[in-house]
C-alpha cells in the first residue's frame, strides 16, 4: 500500500499565517509549532528506590542515564550492581522494563586493585497513569549512580 505524500505546505487550520500546518503522509494537518510544544522534554530529579508517576493523563518517554561500578581488591570477588526500570500500574510497580548491570564474579590468581565503571541508559514508553521505579541493588562494593541526563517527554 502506497500512502499519499502531502505537497501543500499550507492549511487553513494553522493557527496563524506565519506558522502554518504541515500534512503527513496520512494527510493529516501537523502544526510544527504545537508539536514541539507538546515535546518539550522535562528534565526532573528522580531517585532509586522510590516509586513516582510522570506522566498521568498523558503517555510519556522516559530515558534515565546511570553510572554502574565497582572495585576488585580481593581475590575472591562478587562486585557489580544492578539498576532495574519496573513499571505498570500497581504501586510500587513489579514489572521489569529494562535493566543494566555491570558485574564480576570471580576467583583471581592474585589479589589485585582496580575499579571498572559503565554509563547505561534505561528508557521506556511510560502508558498514562503507570507507576515508574528504579530499583537498585549492589553487590560487594558496587555502586549505582544516577546522573543528571534524567529526561521525561509527555507524548
Given at each position: 500500500?502506497?500512502?499519499?505524500?502531502?505537497?501543500?505546505?499550507?492549511?487553513?487550520?494553522?493557527?496563524?499565517?506565519?506558522?502554518?500546518?504541515?500534512?503527513?503522509?496520512?494527510?493529516v494537518?501537523?502544526?510544527?509549532?504545537?508539536?514541539?510544544?507538546?515535546?518539550?522534554?522535562?528534565?526532573?530529579v528522580?531517585?532509586?528506590?522510590?516509586?513516582?508517576?510522570?506522566?498521568?493523563?498523558?503517555?510519556?518517554?522516559?530515558?534515565?542515564?546511570?553510572?554502574?561500578?565497582?572495585?576488585?581488591?580481593?581475590?575472591?570477588?562478587?562486585?557489580?550492581?544492578?539498576?532495574?526500570?519496573?513499571?505498570?500500574?500497581?504501586?510500587?510497580?513489579?514489572?521489569?522494563?529494562?535493566?543494566?548491570q555491570?558485574?564480576?564474579q570471580a576467583?583471581?590468581?592474585?589479589?589485585?586493585?582496580?575499579?571498572?565503571?559503565?554509563?547505561?541508559?534505561?528508557?521506556?514508553?511510560?502508558?498514562?497513569?503507570?507507576n515508574?521505579?528504579?530499583?537498585?541493588?549492589?553487590?560487594?562494593?558496587?555502586?549505582?549512580?544516577?546522573?543528571?541526563?534524567?529526561?521525561?517527554?509527555?507524548?
Amino acid at each position: 500500500m502506497t500512502l499519499p505524500v502531502a505537497t501543500d505546505k499550507t492549511n487553513t487550520t494553522a493557527t496563524n499565517n506565519d506558522h502554518p500546518a504541515h500534512h503527513n503522509a496520512l494527510g493529516v494537518a501537523v502544526n510544527e509549532d504545537l508539536l514541539r510544544a507538546a515535546l518539550a522534554p522535562s528534565t526532573p530529579v528522580r531517585a532509586f528506590d522510590t516509586t513516582f508517576q510522570p506522566f498521568p493523563t498523558r503517555p510519556g518517554w522516559c530515558s534515565y542515564t546511570l553510572a554502574l561500578a565497582y572495585t576488585v581488591s580481593t581475590a575472591l570477588t562478587d562486585e557489580g550492581a544492578l539498576v532495574e526500570l519496573l513499571s505498570d500500574a500497581a504501586d510500587p510497580p513489579t514489572t521489569v522494563r529494562a535493566s543494566a548491570q555491570l558485574r564480576m564474579q570471580a576467583t583471581l590468581i592474585a589479589n589485585i586493585n582496580w575499579t571498572v565503571t559503565g554509563h547505561h541508559q534505561l528508557s521506556y514508553l511510560v502508558p498514562a497513569g503507570h507507576n515508574v521505579r528504579l530499583r537498585r541493588t549492589v553487590f560487594g562494593a558496587g555502586t549505582a549512580t544516577l546522573l543528571p541526563h534524567q529526561v521525561e517527554t509527555v507524548l
